[in-house]
């Protein structure tokens, strides 16, 4: 069993940057940070990065170039750096983990989950 928290959300200008932070506490040893998700009101929950456990990187076209994902494993800590914000990346931010070594872009695949954190980006 993990808990999994989130911070770094907040009010952006279009075209700025922000960082999130993903904390993992309790049994880290049997799961991994793998993932960053966002879901806008009304929306369905859509992935943004993953994050393989040996290195490799995906990233949502419309984000990619943008956004980077890295983690801390010695902080059991995942990040999701966001430049050149746009108002289309206003969202709940969360991060998820999961026991396999393969990340996937299926939310329903994750069996942690953090409880979000707003980010809003203004025009």
């Known amino acids: 069993q993990i808990q999994l928290v989130e911070s770094g959300g907040g009010k952006v200008q279009t075209g700025g940057s922000l960082r999130l932070t993903c904390v993992a506490s309790?049994?880290?040893?049997?799961?991994?940070?793998m993932a960053w998700f966002r879901q806008a009101p009304g929306e369905q929950r859509e992935w943004v990065a993953l994050l393989n456990t040996d290195g490799r990187t995906t990233y949502r076209d419309s984000v990619k170039g943008r956004f980077t994902i890295s983690k801390d494993n010695a902080k059991h800590t995942l990040y999701l750096e966001m430049n050149s914000v746009r108002p289309e990346d206003t969202a709940v931010y969360f991060c998820a983990a999961d026991y396999s070594a393969i990340a996937t872009k299926d939310p329903r695949k994750y069996n942690y989950w953090g409880q979000g954190t707003q980010v809003t980006v203004s025009s």
């Open positions: 309790g049994d880290t040893h049997i799961s991994y940070l």
